[in-house]
C-alpha cells in the first residue's frame, strides 16, 4: 500500500488548474516579444503544423506531469508491505545434487538437467521463505558445501555457481545421501528433509546408496529421490572446469528406475520420476504435501520511501519537455 507522510503538501497540485486558469483570464501573461513577417501590402506570414501542435501538447503535459511528481516527492510518499518473521529455522532441507557429465544434457526443452533442476529450487525456496535449505553436490566424489540456513542469497548463490564435472565424473549416490544425513543427525535440525536430483545410477563411492538411505529412515530423515531426464538418446554439452577442454555429442540416456525406488524404499522415502518440464513441476505438490512449510511467528509493517524514484520521474519528464521545446520545437527556454 501506498500513502504519505506529508499528505496535506498534495494541495500544491491545484497550483497547476489555478495556473491554466490566470492564463485564459490574461491575469498572468506570457511574456513574448512580437515579431510580424509580412511582405509590402501582403498577407502575414503564418505556420501552422499539426506535428508541431501534437509535440507542444506533449511537453505540456509532461511538464504538468513532472511537477506533479514533484508535489509528489514533496509529501514523502511511501509503501508499506509486510515482512513475516520466524522465530526458528523451521524446515532444514538439503538438496543433494548430482553433476556428472550427464547432467549436462539437454531434453528438458532448452536447458540442461542442471539448469533445469536449478530453476526448480529456485521456485521451491521463494515458496518457502520460512525453512532452512542446505546444499550438497556428487560426482565421484561428494561434498557439503552449504549447511542448512535461513539466508537463502547464500544459498541459491553457491547453487548457480556450480558446474558440471566440479566434483568428477562418476556417481557417487551413496556419498551424497551420507553426507547430507551425517550433517542432519549431528545437527538435530527440525523437520529434516533430503532432496535428491540424479539422472544415473551409482557407479562409484565407497557407500552403498541404500546403507545411506536406512539411515535417513533410521533418524527420521524424509527421503525423496527425483530421477531427472528422459530415457534415449539426447544432446550433451559441457566443458570440463578442470582442464577447460569443450565436450559435446549424443548421450545415450538410460538409468535404472527401479533402482532409484529400491534407494527410496529403503530410506522410507519416496521416488519421484521427472522426466519433463511438466513432470518436474508436479515434484512440488509431492514434497509439499509431506513437507509442509514453516508458518510465520508473527507479521511486522516495513515501511519504504519513495522519493528518489519520484524525483527521478520528474527530471525525466523536465528532460523531455527542454528536448521538445528546445531542440524539436526550437523555442526559448
Not at 544415473?200 to 546403507?211: C, L
Request: with cysteine.
Amino acid at each position: 500500500m501506498i500513502s504519505f507522510n506529508r499528505p496535506l503538501l498534495l494541495i500544491l497540485i491545484f497550483l497547476v488548474p489555478l495556473f491554466y486558469y490566470l492564463r485564459r483570464t490574461r491575469i498572468l501573461r506570457q511574456i513574448e516579444f512580437p515579431l510580424t513577417l509580412g511582405d509590402w501590402n501582403g498577407l502575414p506570414f503564418k505556420w501552422s503544423s499539426p506535428v508541431m501542435s501534437s509535440v507542444s501538447f506533449i511537453s505540456r503535459v509532461a511538464a504538468i506531469a513532472g511537477f506533479a511528481c514533484l508535489v509528489a516527492a514533496l509529501a514523502g510518499p511511501v509503501r508499506y508491505r509486510p515482512e513475516h518473521l520466524y522465530s526458528d529455522s523451521g524446515n532444514a532441507i538439503i538438496f543433494v545434487l548430482d553433476i556428472s557429465p550427464s547432467m549436462a544434457a539437454r531434453d528438458l526443452g532448452s536447458e540442461t538437467r542442471l539448469d533445469s533442476a536449478r530453476q526448480f529450487i529456485h521456485a521451491f525456496s521463494d515458496q518457502r521463505p520460512g525453512d532452512s535449505f542446505g546444499l550438497a553436490a556428487l560426482g565421484s566424489e561428494a561434498a557439503l558445501l552449504v549447511p542448512p540456513t535461513t539466508d537463502h542469497a547464500v544459498f541459491l548463490s553457491r547453487l548457480d555457481s556450480l558446474r558440471i564435472g566440479e566434483m568428477g565424473e562418476g556417481t557417487a549416490l551413496g556419498l551424497g545421501l551420507a553426507v547430507a544425513a551425517a550433517h542432519l543427525m549431528q545437527r538435530g535440525q527440525q523437520h529434516p528433509c533430503v532432496i535428491m536430483f540424479t539422472d544415473g545410477e551409482n557407479n562409484t563411492g565407497e557407500i552403498n546408496p541404500k546403507t545411506a538411505a536406512s539411515v535417513c529412515a533410521e533418524n527420521n530423515i524424509r527421503l525423496f529421490i527425483v530421477g531427472i531426464g528422459s530415457r534415449g538418446e539426447v544432446p550433451i554439452e559441457y566443458t570440463d572446469p578442470a582442464t577447460g577442454k569443450q565436450y559435446s555429442g549424443v548421450l545415450n540416456s538410460e538409468y535404472d528406475e527401479t533402482a532409484l525406488r529400491d534407494i527410496a524404499a529403503k530410506g522410507n522415502g519416496l521416488y519421484i520420476p521427472a522426466g519433463s518440464r511438466e513432470a518436474l513441476d508436479s515434484v512440488f505438490a509431492a514434497i509439499g504435501v509431506s513437507v509442509p512449510s514453516s508458518h510465520p511467528s508473527y507479521t511486522r509493517t516495513i515501511e519504504e520511501p519513495l522519493e528518489k524514484p519520484v524525483i527521478l520521474a520528474a527530471l525525466a519528464l523536465f528532460a523531455l519537455v527542454w528536448f521538445l521545446k528546445r531542440l524539436v520545437m526550437g523555442a526559448v527556454l
